[in-house]
């Protein structure tokens, strides 16, 4: 008798693809600009380029087809000075999006342990 393992479901495809990613970070965004500790990061910046950017990221960081055309984390966040408040406060609203778009529990921990795994890059660099 042969056995199959079962194929496991790409971060990407769990997240809803290119369709369903959108759709979430969007939420994330909205999210960040109305919470109190993170919308005047957020003021002075081109929403749309920051949207385009975040579901490119999103998209090619989870498995998708999508290239990811923008600088790498250190870079990005390089001088901004985040505080570790802050940087909860951007987790905190992830977990949100997730969850308002219907990603379950353990799609949201995977991308939470992705979180965690960019803090050093993230927090007063």
């Given at each position: 008798?042969e056995t199959t393992?079962?194929?496991?479901?790409?971060?990407?495809?769990?997240?809803?693809k290119?369709?369903g990613?959108?759709?979430?970070?969007?939420s994330l965004?909205?999210?960040?600009i109305?919470?109190?500790?993170l919308?005047t990061?957020?003021?002075?910046s081109?929403?749309?380029k920051v949207?385009k950017?975040?579901?490119e990221?999103?998209?090619a960081?989870?498995?998708?087809?999508?290239?990811y055309?923008?600088k790498?984390?250190?870079?990005?966040?390089?001088?901004?000075?985040?505080?570790?408040?802050e940087?909860?406060?951007?987790?905190d609203d992830?977990?949100?999006?997730l969850?308002?778009?219907g990603i379950?529990?353990?799609t949201?921990?995977?991308?939470l342990n992705?979180?965690?795994?960019?803090?050093?890059?993230?927090?007063?660099?």
């Amino acid at each position: 008798m042969e056995t199959t393992t079962p194929t496991l479901a790409s971060l990407y495809d769990r997240l809803g693809k290119h369709e369903g990613i959108t759709r979430i970070a969007r939420s994330l965004l909205a999210n960040h600009i109305a919470n109190p500790l993170l919308k005047t990061r957020f003021a002075s910046s081109d929403m749309d380029k920051v949207e385009k950017r975040a579901i490119e990221f999103i998209c090619a960081g989870t498995g998708g087809p999508q290239a990811y055309t923008g600088k790498d984390m250190l870079t990005t966040h390089k001088g901004m000075n985040i505080s570790e408040q802050e940087f909860v406060a951007t987790v905190d609203d992830a977990m949100a999006a997730l969850e308002s778009n219907g990603i379950d529990a353990a799609t949201r921990n995977d991308v939470l342990n992705i979180f965690w795994s960019f803090k050093g890059q993230v927090i007063r660099v």
